[in-house]
């Protein structure tokens, strides 16, 4: 990665241990972390203390938009997203990477910030899919099964569109997947960010709402305002529309039905919520209880690997016995195959 390309992020608090899984993720896939800098939007003393020391450098943003509107100290974390170029310090190229994300692969991010460099916003579109319905725990501890679907996804895209940008819009660009800004690459000297800045401006002066910086960007690029370079799924895969598929064999999440197609970005959204998901396993799908985080991902796989480990010194005694993975299979045929 050139050292002109910053990539950037933001967190409070809540996020830390998501923030500092996409850090670790990024340098376990690039061997050493490339420029990166975190939006400090609620953190801890200790918690700002403890990035500084992986990263480039910890920015407490300004109120760049809705100053005066006594929003909560997170949602900085929006209103700094169109004037990024403020906080990127020297570079010339800027990516994002939501803290609720991690990378698998970084040749898609890498491919969308080249991509990025003649000027066009690099960004993938949501792809609607079949959803998932898995149970979580709500805060006083009650268990209750949710539903994550596209009708679901549609309602919150088409009230934020009616509330923010009046019903005009919503008609046109409701039933659209969204561009999604989890993920995005878009050069520091663009006039693309005042474009943003000023649709979000007047969206957000009618109406405070959780996706309006977001969808202001959207509606920039549906009225042609802003240029864009449409990157693949594998760049920025959003699992609140479909839950990736994970192959015990390659020990990687890929594209719905299509174990070729490893995901670069797995980004959580709605799943981070959940403590266990029915993940669908290659070849067949059949779904599989595991969590989606990078942390536990890692361990999966570091459990593994020692499993290997042991089973060599031991003389592979337990290569017929289950993988630790919970794939259903036997190691020898799972994750002692990959190693």
């Given amino acids: 990665m050139d050292n002109d390309a910053v990539i950037m992020t933001a967190c409070d608090q809540r996020f830390f241990a998501l923030c500092s899984d996409l850090i670790a993720s990024i340098k376990n896939t690039c061997g050493t972390l490339p420029r990166l800098r975190v939006l400090d939007v609620g953190l801890l003393p200790a918690q700002a203390a403890a ?20 929003l909560p100290p997170w949602y900085r974390a929006m209103t700094a997203r169109s004037f990024l170029p403020k ?8 990516a994002w990477i939501d803290a609720d994300a991690w990378v698998q692969r970084f040749a898609p991010i890498q491919t ?6 003649d000027g066009r916003l690099a960004i993938v579109e949501e792809r609607y899919g079949k959803g998932f319905s898995a149970e979580r725990r709500d805060a006083d501890g009650t268990m209750r099964r949710q539903i994550c679907d596209t009708n679901t996804v549609k309602a919150h895209v088409r009230a934020c569109y009616e509330d923010c940008f009046g019903v005009d819009i919503a008609a046109a660009f409701g039933e659209l997947p969204c561009f999604n ?11 693309a960010w005042a474009v943003w800045q000023e649709v ?8 405070v709402h959780f996706m309006a910086e977001q969808l202001a960007l959207n509606v920039a690029i549906r009225q042609s305002r802003i240029p864009i370079a449409p990157q693949p799924q594998e760049a920025n ?12 064999e390659k020990g990687v999440f890929a594209m719905p039905g299509d174990e070729d197609r490893v995901l670069g970005t797995i ?30 991902v890692r361990s999966v796989i570091a459990q593994a690997q020692s499993a290997q480990t042991q089973d060599v010194k031991a003389g ?20 002692g195959h990959i190693a």
């Fill in 87 to 94: 906080y990127a310090g020297d570079a010339a190229l800027i």
């Fill in 237 to 248: 895969y959003t699992c609140h529309l479909e839950l990736p598929w994970y192959s015990p």
């Fill in 51 to 70: 990035l500084a020391a992986m990263v480039e450098k910890v920015i407490e943003p300004d109120w760049d938009v809705g100053k005066d509107m006594n």
């Fill in 200 to 207: 979000y401006t007047a969206a957000l002066a009618r109406k």
């Fill in 112 to 117: 969308l910030m080249d991509t990025a460099r």
């Fill in 267 to 296: 980004h959580l959204c709605d799943t981070k919520n959940f403590s266990f998901l029915p993940i669908p396993q290659f070849p067949q799908g059949e779904p599989r209880a595991m969590a989606l985080d990078y942390r536990s």
């Fill in 181 to 191: 800004n989890g993920v995005f690459a878009l050069r520091a000297d663009s006039p």
């Fill in 316 to 335: 592979d005694p337990a290569r017929n016995a289950p993988c630790p993975c919970g794939s259903g299979k036997k190691y020898k045929q799972c994750h």
